[in-house]
Nanobody
Framework: QVQLVESGGGLVQPGGSLRLSCAAS????????MGWFRQAPGKEREFVAV????????HYADAVRGRFTISRDSAKNTVHLQMNSLKPEDSAVYYC????????????????????WGQGTQVTVSS
């Protein structure tokens, strides 16, 4: 049974940093796609960042590019999201998402294309 477990959310002041982690079990997603979406109250779930293995690389939403960095610890089957220069508009529940296949670029942006999800972790940016 595949499970994705997020950790690392919390309350941080504007300009601060947080590091989210997503630990996968039941599958390594070693040739697939793994990353993060977020959902704020009253809004749709939106793409944040993903990593496509087998040479696909990292991809970021315009709203977070240059501030967030996605990385993977292969030995621990974990994906991290380092979030710097956080803004109040980054506040949301952040969800880890994964798919066993390496999604083509045109499909990475839509949540419906990911078959596995974590339970979510709350990130609140407020003074």
């Amino acid at each position: 049974q595949v499970q994705l477990v997020e950790s690392g959310g919390g309350l941080v002041q504007p300009g601060g940093s947080l590091r989210l982690s997503c630990a996968a079990s039941g599958s390594t997603f070693s040739s697939g796609t793994m990353g993060w979406f977020r959902q704020a109250p009253g809004k749709e779930r939106e793409f944040v960042a993903v990593f496509r293995w087998s040479g696909g690389g990292a991809h970021y939403a315009d709203a977070v590019r240059g501030r967030f960095t996605i990385s993977r610890d292969s030995a621990k089957n974990t994906v991290h999201l380092q979030m710097n220069s956080l803004k109040p508009e980054d506040s949301a529940v952040y969800y880890c998402a994964a798919e066993n296949s390496r999604l083509i670029l045109s499909r990475i942006w839509a949540a419906e294309n990911y078959g596995y999800w974590g339970q979510g972790t709350q990130v609140t940016v407020s003074s």
